[in-house]
């Protein structure tokens, strides 16, 4: 039985090098479940073994949805790569799936409220990121500001050069000293 079937070429073409692969996802609390690529689609299948495993919290893989990966992986990191590729490019023709069973402008506007939904849902991550990091850097002074970070790899690109100049100089004083 086909999970998903290849509704969006642009996200499939991610997978498909990895037919014949299986990926588990291992959710604290809840019972394992495992999906194998096919040139069909992700079939839902029965593994002890499957080539990449997510686990986490069922917060983490929410997370996950926003483009936060707070989630343990184990296995083929090819695998993980593609499916990171595949899910950011993903965008479902939900109108079309659902139009043949609600009718298509019941599935017009589902799709539109999906869409502005996913869109929200990323605004609002977004803007709890930047909260929390102004939190660690003003309040608790944990993380430091965007701009000491830049002064301070602009500091060490600065003395990687003088040293590189510095291993220059000492070189051409030891040749003309006679030193090899």
């Given amino acids: 039985m086909a999970l998903v079937s290849r509704l969006d070429e642009q996200a499939w073409v ?4 990895h037919q014949g692969k299986t990926v588990g996802f291992a ?6 479940f495992y999906f194998r690529i096919e040139k069909e689609g992700l079939h839902l299948c029965e593994t002890t073994a499957p080539d990449l495993l997510f686990s986490g919290t069922l917060e983490a893989f929410l997370m996950l949805l926003k483009g936060e990966r707070k989630i343990h992986l184990q296995g083929d990191m090819d695998l993980a790569q593609a499916l990171y590729q595949s899910w950011d490019r993903l965008d479902l ?13 019941l599935a017009h506007q589902l799709t539109k409220g999906w869409r ?8 609002y991550g977004d803007d709890r990121l930047e909260d929390c990091a102004r ?3 003003d309040e608790k002074a944990i993380l430091p500001a ?10 060490v690109d600065t003395l990687r050069h003088d040293v ?9 004083f030891e040749r003309g000293m006679g030193c090899d």
């Fill in 14 to 17: 991610w997978l498909l090098p």
């Fill in 27 to 32: 959710l604290t609390g809840f019972s394992p």
């Fill in 93 to 105: 023709d939900w109108q079309g799936q659902w139009a043949p069973f609600i009718g298509g402008t």
């Fill in 116 to 123: 502005a939904g996913k869109q929200a849902l990323r605004r």
């Fill in 135 to 137: 939190y660690l850097q």
């Fill in 146 to 155: 965007p701009q000491a970070v830049a002064d301070w790899l602009k500091a």
């Fill in 164 to 172: 590189a100049r510095f291993e220059k100089k000492l070189l051409l």
